[in-house]
């Protein structure tokens, strides 16, 4: 590899017209022999040729990082002198190429541009080239150009090609001269594996972003300019030509985003900067032009990922629901080759990243597809990215196996909209909400839910049964957060309608019995919540049997309620059989058989083994963790449980470090006021009492009865139990409830 030449130009240099090349405008260029004033010439510097190469762009900003990998992988001298810049259309490769020819000048003694988009034209461009290194005689044809330009090339160490916008890589082989010189090409096509190192050109960080925009836009602050980077998704050419806009015609950040959101298209057209030719609204639609006329089910594909989330769409859904899909995508979805080639096409007009993820496409090449449709192919296309989706269902919601499978689907299902669309995706929207509760997130799900909800209830009316479903998972969204009141009332309307509309001894029926003695549970109303609870549990062994999930559900909950009611020994009896059972039809560590042996543990606890209850405990922790992860509420129920273990024990110490820890994630994860984050306080609360630290104890248990009073009312026997802490708290500081001294 030549050494760097840090030599820079002499700065009297010439225009050489003929071969087009800007001596002013590129800052490295051909030097020449100058003539001082007594006539006689100075000896010649070596002679530097430059062609064709854009202007700098003094506004280039970022992607130091990228230009250095470059700069590392072309000086390596190995397989990768030649290195292919690809991304899609708009991201910034020929502006990288640019600032590269421009920043490493000195390193090269030649440096040529060639625009590469139209394989006819290279030849004339090589043929400039020859007739600037002197190698061909004016008028020698392509061949002879080839020949003697690589030859020359091969001969020399110090120079650079450029193929700008190359389609193939077949359309450039042929010119690539080998040798220790060096070649950039920049590509939206893949392909290059073989001829060249491959660098993806991404957008901007969002820091870049910012900085693009402030050095742009006058007065743009950093939260604004973080506002319009968001909403362009921090691709280069959308932030130039949202400055470009921005900055003469006045317009607000606020207002310009608005913009993008409602009119993508039409603004995306405005505002293009000098040093790019088509704005990126033209970049996409010509891309989507060119496929749309080269294959059909290629296109398709597009128009359906434009409707889903700007995230990986696996390819697989596609194969999978190749016999829901349009002709000719579903043809071509059912053949491996043919869709192999469907996205290799994809790719190659960069309208989609694609790898072992699937196709990744860019929020605003999805709204500019979009806004390409009319209103009817927006409906149809709408319905065949719902068809993918429900075609793709992940599985059973309640398995943690199928969450990953959940968290891809997901957020092209709330791209959808499906509370607004029709019923078609309602069903699979009702099992995302359940998905969320089951991982422990039922605060997310209940912007989904009810939205689900009142959708149904406008289209189908109170009794349908698409209505009643969607009540029955919002009740139990509400419940898991806490709102127990809130789900009670909607429960007991779902129950008296399903009752009513199904019978007493429907399955649906008995869920809604079942949620509303889970709702009664929470808000302390034990007995109520008993009777029904046995009511429900004598029907579902009745019409499922001993041994179905369900009635093992109902079992569990009556446990539960004989426990909170004192009854400790029937809630042993009951939960070793519910154990038993479902370790046997379910697995050891299915949710609901770890929720069957945590609930022994704390008949054990209450019934004075807390060595036992410890032992099970610890070991549905573990599971727990390794199943459910470590933020998930039922995992933090199992840390709070072995903590009360460890204090029946005599060791607060240990106690408290896992209640402290407990409650550091239950407020992450729940929020400060839900009952189990409550809970937690109120453990930490006799942990510290225990260990004397008596007023820490009582400022924890002040907050928590506070919170109890306010989100489970005055006479909740937590809000008692709490109550009564405090004032043993209090008595040890000797004070009274008024503060007095006692």
Excluded at 431 to 455: C, F, P, T, V
Aim: charged fraction near 25%.
């Amino acid at each position: 590899m030549p050494a760097d030449d840090n030599t820079r130009p002499d700065p009297q240099v010439r225009q050489d017209a003929a071969a087009g090349r800007d001596a002013y405008t590129a800052g490295l260029y051909q030097a020449v022999v100058n003539f001082p004033p007594g006539g006689q010439p100075e000896p010649a510097v070596p002679q530097r040729v430059w062609g064709d190469v854009p202007a700098r762009n003094l506004g280039f900003t970022g992607r130091e990082e990228l230009l250095a990998a470059v700069r590392q992988a072309l000086a390596a001298a190995d397989r990768a002198v030649v290195q292919a810049l690809r991304g899609m259309g708009g991201v910034g490769k020929t502006q990288l190429a640019i600032e590269y020819a421009h920043r490493y000048a000195p390193h090269y003694d030649v440096v040529w541009w060639i625009a590469a988009e139209r394989p006819e034209l290279i030849g004339g461009q090589f043929a400039a080239l020859a007739a600037a290194l002197g190698c061909t005689q004016p008028g020698a044809d392509d061949a002879t150009v080839r020949r003697a330009v690589l030859g020359e090339l091969r001969g020399r160490e110090r120079w650079l090609l450029v193929f700008d916008n190359a389609a193939r890589s077949a359309d450039i082989t042929g010119w690539l001269p080998g040798g220790s010189g060096h070649v950039l090409v920049t590509s939206r096509a893949g392909g290059w594996d073989e001829v060249a190192g491959s660098v993806e050109v991404d957008v901007l960080s969002r820091g870049e972003s910012i900085a693009l925009l402030g050095r742009r836009v006058p007065g743009l602050d950093e939260a604004d300019a973080g506002q319009v980077a968001a909403a362009v998704g921090d691709l280069p050419l959308a932030l130039a030509q949202a400055a470009g806009y921005m900055a003469p015609a006045g317009i607000t950040p606020a207002g310009y985003v608005r913009l993008v959101e409602a009119r993508a298209a039409e603004i995306l057209d405005h505002g293009r900067p000098a040093s790019y030719p088509l704005s990126l609204a033209a970049v996409t639609q010509l891309a989507v032009d060119q496929l749309e006329a080269t294959n059909q089910a290629a296109a398709q594909t597009v128009r359906i990922c434009a409707f889903l989330a700007p995230e990986p769409v696996p390819a697989a859904w596609f194969t999978n629901a190749a016999g829901q899909l349009p002709t000719p995508l579903g043809k071509a979805a059912a053949d491996p080759l043919a869709w192999g080639r469907t996205l290799g096409l994809i790719s190659g007009q960069a309208l989609a990243r694609i790898d072992q993820q699937g196709l990744l496409m860019h929020r605003l090449t999805q709204a500019i597809v979009r806004t390409r449709l009319s209103p009817a192919q927006t409906a149809a296309v709408r319905g065949q990215a719902a068809a993918l989706l429900i075609a793709s269902h992940p599985g059973d919601q309640q398995l943690p196996s199928s969450w990953p499978g959940w968290a891809r689907l997901l957020p092209h299902l709330l791209a959808l909209d499906p509370g607004a669309s029709t019923s078609a995706l309602h069903g699979l929207a009702d099992n995302a909400a359940w998905y969320l509760i089951n991982r422990g997130m039922a605060r997310d799900a209940r912007d989904l839910a009810g939205s689900l909800y009142e959708s149904r209830l406008t289209q189908d009316g109170p009794n349908h049964q698409r209505t009643l479903d969607s009540a029955s998972t919002l009740a139990s969204v509400l419940s898991e957060t806490g709102r127990h009141s809130e789900g009670r009332d909607l429960d007991e309307d779902v129950l008296a309608r399903r009752r009513q509309v199904l019978g007493e001894d429907h399955p649906d029926t008995l869920s809604s019995a079942n949620n509303l003695a889970v709702d009664l549970t929470g808000l302390g109303e034990h007995e109520a919540a008993r009777d029904l609870d046995e009511d429900v549990l004598a029907r579902r062994r009745r019409v499922f049997g001993e041994d179905h999930p369900d009635t093992l559900s109902s079992a569990n909950n009556l446990a539960v309620d004989l426990r909170d009611l004192g009854e400790d020994e029937a809630a042993r009896d009951l939960d070793e059989d519910v154990l038993a059972r479902r370790r046997r039809v379910l697995g050891e560590d299915h949710p609901d058989t770890l929720s069957s042996a945590s609930n022994l543990a704390a008949d054990l606890r209450e019934l004075g083994d807390p060595g036992a209850a410890r032992d099970l405990d610890e070991d549905t922790l573990a599971r727990r963790r390794r199943v459910l992860g470590e933020d998930h509420p039922d995992t933090l129920s199992s840390a709070s449980n072995l903590a009360a273990d460890l204090t029946e024990l005599g060791d607060p110490g240990a106690a408290r470090d896992l209640d402290e820890d407990t409650l550091a994630r239950r407020r992450r994860v729940l929020g400060e006021d839900h009952p189990d984050t409550l809970s937690s306080a109120s453990n930490l609360a006799v942990d510290l009492s225990e260990l004397g630290e008596h007023e820490a104890a009582r400022d924890l248990n002040e907050d928590t009865l506070a919170r109890r009073r306010r989100v489970l009312g005055e006479q909740h026997p937590d809000t008692l139990r709490t109550a009564r802490n405090l004032a043993t708290d209090l008595s040890r500081l000797g004070r009274t409830p008024d503060g007095a001294a006692t």
